[in-house]
């Protein structure tokens, strides 16, 4: 909102392009966002639809925050064919989390051999998740990279288990039955977990967070 006003007040007749705009839960939205006119603005979900349709023409656009969200059946339907069970591992480098990445590859290690997981499969959903491949030591680390998944679809199947600091993965994961470990790893990421257990997502175990994972043996 201040980078846009700021460019209004520069340039009054620039075109103001805003896109995955969310302001829940600021209560103050329509207060925050003033005289502000956008060209195009696409929201997140329909709390911020509502607070800015009544002020925004063109109207806002609800398209979501998550390409891996779109409801494309083909995207994590298919049958995984592969004989015993993965440990499915979506670790991203962001808000700190870098620093910490050797003790959390230690941890993955020590499950995954504990459980006999014959592989680890690192799914990188956005830059920085391949990171983790750097601290693990499995003899079996299988990488995927985000082309593979949108081209031929998640390489999960509901024997395997997921770790996962990304919560629209942990959606799908649970939505596919997959038992799991999600990771708060900030107080964003913590909001967001208990935002959804007021939606009724029905996940299978509570969010751990990031320091209680790394004290795991």
Not at 96 to 121: N, P, T
């Amino acid at each position: 909102i201040r980078v846009a006003r700021f460019i209004l007040q520069v340039a009054p007749s620039a075109k103001v392009i805003c896109t995955g705009a969310s302001f829940y839960p600021l209560r103050s939205a329509r207060e925050s966002i003033g005289q502000l006119r956008f060209s195009y603005i696409s929201v997140r979900d329909r709390f911020s639809r509502r607070c800015l349709i009544a002020q925004q023409t063109p109207a806002p656009r609800m398209l979501g925050d998550d390409s891996y969200l779109i409801r494309r059946r083909d995207l994590y339907s298919k049958p995984q064919q592969q004989l015993g069970h993965a440990l499915i591992v979506c670790i991203q480098a962001q808000f700190g989390l870098e620093e910490q990445l050797a003790r959390v590859g230690e941890v993955i290690d020590s499950i995954a051999i504990r459980q006999s997981f014959k592989r680890v499969k690192v799914l990188q959903l956005s830059n920085g998740d391949e990171l983790i491949c750097n601290h693990l030591k499995h003899p079996n680390v299988i990488f995927v990279s985000r082309q593979e998944i949108l081209a031929q679809g998640l390489p999960i199947s509901n024997r395997d288990y997921f770790i996962s600091t990304r919560f629209h993965f942990r959606l799908l994961c649970e939505r596919l039955g997959l038992r799991g470990t999600a990771l708060a790893i900030n107080d964003y990421y913590s909001i967001k977990h208990e935002l959804s257990k007021k939606d009724k997502f029905l996940f299978t175990q509570r969010a751990i967070s990031l320091q209680e994972f790394c004290r795991m043996r």
